[in-house]
């Protein structure tokens, strides 16, 4: 049974809990340091509030950020159930990472909380050191990402016995002082929460659903949203040149396509930022083929291309003040009697020649014809690309951090800024002449692999040279689009990765 969630915000004053009849609800409340409680929660709890000092006590509760109690049938109050969850934050993990993470406390409290159909939260924390509007709404937010779910293709009729029945409906509201407030502050937070949830849709989507075709169908929805929306299918594509995209899907029954969206929120003739995106339905590795152990996890080899849809989604949806540009690739990596072979050279849309060594190494091939496209095209202030590009990058960073490749340090100082700002981190990687050489081609331009060592650098640096003098970055995403480690906001195996610190790049430096 599919879940939805629906949130409010409400006023404080209005929430009674200590009179009338009983109600099922599950009622949230705050902790800082030693149980203590701001004035409004004592208020509100009134006699409720004499046990939890003992029931504290006894599940050894210190009111820290990521811990709760739970008491049943509370005496003096009408809820079934009340939680009180720590807000005493543990030690910040960077200067750039915020005091208390609102987005993960909400996310927390959603898991705690779940079960339940009708949610109360009486968000007045003890010690406030934020701006409550902004608080509440980065609060709403972890709700909505934590109760995403993914499971259009359950059907629900051979649930396991023992599987609890979860409500179809989650009615969640977030009580606070200035209720107007928070709604407003929300409206941003809101639009990010969505997109989050679309990229996390695409990935989560099996292959045979979502191929190329079907991809730029769903992209093309953002049109309702004021987004332009360019999709170009193979013969478009084959007229500009772009062979090697097109080599890469060539083996595919399913057409290519590459998509462009522009959302024109920012002043007219100001230059656009420039967001671009690998969108490999399925990777099978081509006429290179992969081996078979946990191939299924290459439906997510679009996660890049998720990311770019859903960060555009997020900005049209916020009316962000920004001229931004989307593009994504989307090609199937099929083998077959069409299919590209080792060996083969391809000339790119830039000109460049190339060499395939890997059928396999096929992202960089994607990126090479859009990078070109977009900042011929567009001439953007700068390109940020996002690929599932390199199973190296998960051995330099495991699923902590996304790479970052970069040949502007302005532009990667204000994405590692972005990242501890919002736990989507990035680390930035080496760059250099040396690496060239692994590159250099015996009969063409350049090869797609430099061999075993350095990877994930190789493969920047193919990029690279198709980016021209553009301030540009490369995100390789392989870690941490997918099958990550679970949190309190993501319990989705396509995790969404890369909306929500786009976005904040772009709040933080490029809105007008
Ligand atoms: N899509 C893969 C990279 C990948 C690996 C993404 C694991 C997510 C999880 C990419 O197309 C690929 O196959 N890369 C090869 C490159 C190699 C042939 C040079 C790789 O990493 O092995
Ligand atoms: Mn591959
Ligand atoms: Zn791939």
Redesign the pocket.
Same mark, same amino acid.
């Given at each position: 049974m599919p879940q939805t969630v629906e949130v409010a915000f409400a006023s404080l004053a209005d929430l009674h809990v200590r009179e009338g009849e009983p109600r099922p609800d599950t009622l949230v409340v705050f902790a800082g340091e030693n149980m203590a409680l701001s004035a409004e929660t004592r208020t509100l709890l009134g006699a409720a509030a004499s046990v939890l000092p003992r029931a504290a006590e006894t599940a050894k509760f210190k009111g820290k950020v990521g811990s709760a109690i739970e008491i049943l049938a509370p005496g003096h109050l009408t809820v079934g159930k009340l939680i009180v969850a720590g807000a005493t934050p543990g030690k910040k993990s960077s200067p750039e990472a915020p005091e208390l993470d609102y987005a993960s406390l909400g996310g927390y409290v959603m898991g705690k909380a779940g079960g339940a159909s009708n949610i109360l939260v009486a968000l007045d924390l003890p010690a406030w050191k934020a701006d409550p509007a902004a608080a509440a709404a980065d609060f709403m937010m972890g709700v909505k990402l934590r109760a995403y779910n993914f499971d259009l293709y359950k059907t629900g009729k051979k649930k396991d016995k023992d599987e609890e029945e979860k409500p179809s409906l989650v009615k969640v509201t977030i009580c606070v002082a200035d209720p107007d407030a928070a709604r407003g502050a929300s409206l941003g937070r809101d639009a990010i929460a969505d997109g989050v949830r679309f990229a996390r849709s695409l990935v989560n989507e099996p292959p045979n659903v979502l191929f190329p075709v079907e991809f730029a169908n769903r992209a093309k929805t953002l049109e309702k949203l004021g987004v332009e929306v360019e999709i170009l299918d193979v013969a478009e594509m084959k007229k500009l040149g772009m062979n090697t995209l097109l080599g890469v899907g060539q083996g595919s029954a399913n057409d290519s396509r590459c998509v462009v969206m522009r959302w024109n929120g920012g002043k007219a003739g100001e230059k656009p930022v420039a967001f671009v995106g690998?969108g490999?339905t399925f990777?099978t590795?081509g006429i290179?083929i992969?081996p078979a152990g946990g191939m299924e996890?290459?439906k997510?080899?679009m996660?890049g291309a998720a990311c770019v849809v859903g960060l555009m989604q997020a900005l049209a949806t916020r009316k962000a003040k920004v001229n931004a540009i989307g593009a994504i690739g989307i090609v199937e990596?099929m083998p077959g009697g069409k299919a590209q072979r080792p060996g083969d050279i391809v000339t790119t849309m830039s000109g460049q020649t190339i060499e395939i &060594?890997?059928?396999? @190494?096929?992202?960089?091939l994607v990126l090479a014809d859009v990078l070109w496209y977009v900042q011929d095209k567009y001439k953007p202030a700068f390109m940020v690309d996002l690929?599932?590009?390199?199973?190296?990058?998960?051995v330099s960073l495991g699923q902590e951090y996304a790479g970052l490749f970069s040949n502007n340090d302005e532009l990667s100082e204000r994405l590692t800024k972005a990242g501890l700002a919002t736990g989507e981190k990035v680390w930035r990687m080496p760059m250099g002449p040396a690496y060239e050489k692994m590159i250099e081609s015996k009969f063409a331009d350049m090869k797609?692999?430099?061999g075993?060592h350095a990877?994930?650098i190789?493969?920047a640096h193919i990029l690279q040279r198709f980016v021209n003098d553009t301030p540009w970055a490369h995100l390789d &995403?392989?870690?941490t @689009?997918?099958?990550s480690p679970q949190t309190d906001i993501n319990q989705s195996w396509g995790s969404g990765w890369g909306v929500r610190l786009l976005d904040r790049l772009v709040a933080d430096h490029y809105e007008s």
């Amino acid at each position: 049974m599919p879940q939805t969630v629906e949130v409010a915000f409400a006023s404080l004053a209005d929430l009674h809990v200590r009179e009338g009849e009983p109600r099922p609800d599950t009622l949230v409340v705050f902790a800082g340091e030693n149980m203590a409680l701001s004035a409004e929660t004592r208020t509100l709890l009134g006699a409720a509030a004499s046990v939890l000092p003992r029931a504290a006590e006894t599940a050894k509760f210190k009111g820290k950020v990521g811990s709760a109690i739970e008491i049943l049938a509370p005496g003096h109050l009408t809820v079934g159930k009340l939680i009180v969850a720590g807000a005493t934050p543990g030690k910040k993990s960077s200067p750039e990472a915020p005091e208390l993470d609102y987005a993960s406390l909400g996310g927390y409290v959603m898991g705690k909380a779940g079960g339940a159909s009708n949610i109360l939260v009486a968000l007045d924390l003890p010690a406030w050191k934020a701006d409550p509007a902004a608080a509440a709404a980065d609060f709403m937010m972890g709700v909505k990402l934590r109760a995403y779910n993914f499971d259009l293709y359950k059907t629900g009729k051979k649930k396991d016995k023992d599987e609890e029945e979860k409500p179809s409906l989650v009615k969640v509201t977030i009580c606070v002082a200035d209720p107007d407030a928070a709604r407003g502050a929300s409206l941003g937070r809101d639009a990010i929460a969505d997109g989050v949830r679309f990229a996390r849709s695409l990935v989560n989507e099996p292959p045979n659903v979502l191929f190329p075709v079907e991809f730029a169908n769903r992209a093309k929805t953002l049109e309702k949203l004021g987004v332009e929306v360019e999709i170009l299918d193979v013969a478009e594509m084959k007229k500009l040149g772009m062979n090697t995209l097109l080599g890469v899907g060539q083996g595919s029954a399913n057409d290519s396509r590459c998509v462009v969206m522009r959302w024109n929120g920012g002043k007219a003739g100001e230059k656009p930022v420039a967001f671009v995106g690998k969108g490999v339905t399925f990777d099978t590795g081509g006429i290179s083929i992969k081996p078979a152990g946990g191939m299924e996890d290459m439906k997510g080899d679009m996660g890049g291309a998720a990311c770019v849809v859903g960060l555009m989604q997020a900005l049209a949806t916020r009316k962000a003040k920004v001229n931004a540009i989307g593009a994504i690739g989307i090609v199937e990596n099929m083998p077959g009697g069409k299919a590209q072979r080792p060996g083969d050279i391809v000339t790119t849309m830039s000109g460049q020649t190339i060499e395939i &060594i890997n059928t396999d @190494a096929e992202g960089r091939l994607v990126l090479a014809d859009v990078l070109w496209y977009v900042q011929d095209k567009y001439k953007p202030a700068f390109m940020v690309d996002l690929a599932t590009l390199t199973g190296a990058i998960l051995v330099s960073l495991g699923q902590e951090y996304a790479g970052l490749f970069s040949n502007n340090d302005e532009l990667s100082e204000r994405l590692t800024k972005a990242g501890l700002a919002t736990g989507e981190k990035v680390w930035r990687m080496p760059m250099g002449p040396a690496y060239e050489k692994m590159i250099e081609s015996k009969f063409a331009d350049m090869k797609t692999v430099g061999g075993r060592h350095a990877g994930s650098i190789t493969a920047a640096h193919i990029l690279q040279r198709f980016v021209n003098d553009t301030p540009w970055a490369h995100l390789d &995403i392989a870690g941490t @689009a997918m099958a990550s480690p679970q949190t309190d906001i993501n319990q989705s195996w396509g995790s969404g990765w890369g909306v929500r610190l786009l976005d904040r790049l772009v709040a933080d430096h490029y809105e007008s």
